[in-house]
């Protein structure tokens, strides 16, 4: 009698764990790209596609027109929505051209990094002398990132990156998404 009530103590504990254990989801909800020159870089073209209700991805074209470029900064933030977008756990400007040949690159633009460069061509040194793809980024590739190796609160979010080549601001990303 004694065996049949820990085995169905222990059954209880371990079905109870897997039913109320919780998963997150990131969601992309919206992206905005703007070219402040555009004599430096176009926007060929940016969108959110939404295969079905699981798959979703990010897909960004840029052109720039005059190459090659040798120095690039970028400046990202990462804002939550409370009465507004606010600025929440980083705001940081790296040097792109050094931070992709160093051997001990800055972690956090690391982190982020390891988002895009599956998806994009930014995979090289300095200077860039063709159009920069980021293409078809799914959320679920961020997802294990985000929820797991680095826990964020639920909420709306925002990743807003500036660019910078020359000393002179050249575009703005900004990718929406939820963590729910």
Not at 29 to 50: G, H, M, P, V, Y
Request: hydrophobic share 40%; proline share 5%; with cysteine.
């Amino acid at each position: 009698m004694a065996i049949k009530l820990n085995l169905f103590v222990a059954s209880l504990i371990l079905l109870t764990y897997y039913i109320t254990e919780i998963y997150s989801v990131v969601k992309f909800t919206n992206i905005q790209c703007q070219s402040l020159d555009r004599d430096f870089a176009l926007f060929d073209s940016w969108f959110l596609k939404s295969v079905n209700r699981s798959y979703k991805y990010v897909s960004v074209k840029v052109k720039l027109l005059k190459i090659p470029v040798s120095k690039v900064k970028v400046r990202f933030g990462l804002y939550k929505r409370v009465n507004g977008y606010m600025p929440f756990l980083y705001n940081m400007s790296f040097d792109a051209c050094r931070f992709l040949t160093s051997p001990n690159p800055n972690p956090v633009a690391l982190y982020f990094y390891n988002f895009f460069k599956d998806y994009s061509n930014i995979n090289h040194s300095c200077p860039f002398d063709h159009d920069i793809i980021l293409d078809k980024m799914p959320y679920h590739s961020i997802n294990n990132k985000v929820t797991k190796i680095l826990p964020f609160p639920e909420g709306k979010y925002m990743i807003e990156m500036h660019w910078i080549a020359y000393d002179i601001d050249r575009a703005i990303t900004k990718f929406y998404w939820t963590l729910t």
